[in-house]
């Protein structure tokens, strides 16, 4: 093949990979598999959480508001899941846009065996929301 082919080639494949069509089939089925894994947390689905985090679906996909499927497991008491996916390397110091925390989730509706799971794998006990409010104190 001659360096003019080549070339041609090259250029081809480049400009394939930074149209917008190319580009959003990709974004478009990393956050659909981010809003499955926060449904089947929400839902209590532990079987569909393995079988995304499986696929290697990101573990922290969060949503508009930066609410990580943690937060969500934190939030709903469902302790199963929240141990899977800390498992699966989830950021438990991760903050949601208003400054939340899957430990200030578990907390704030009493789920205490989420909140000791968060606190032996690393959640961060001083941590202040944007209002002030630490997790001991919303606990109380």
Request: no cysteine; net charge negative; hydrophobic share 50%.
């Amino acid at each position: 093949m001659n360096i003019t082919k080549t070339l041609f080639i090259k250029l081809v494949l480049f400009f394939m990979m930074l149209s917008p069509w190319a580009m959003a089939d990709d974004t478009t089925s990393d956050i659909d598999a981010g809003v499955e894994l926060r449904n089947a947390t929400s839902d209590g689905n532990i079987e569909k959480v393995k079988e995304l985090l499986q696929k290697k679906v990101d573990v922290d996909a969060a949503n508009e508001f930066g609410i990580t499927p943690l937060m969500l497991a934190a939030e709903a008491n469902h302790i199963e899941i929240a141990a899977l996916l800390m498992a699966n390397g989830a950021n438990v110091n991760a903050r949601s846009r208003d400054g939340l925390t899957a430990l200030i989730y578990a907390a704030e509706e009493g789920n205490a065996e989420i909140s000791a799971m968060l606190v032996e794998m690393g959640a961060n006990v001083h941590d202040r929301t944007h209002k002030g409010w630490k997790d001991l104190m919303i606990a109380a």
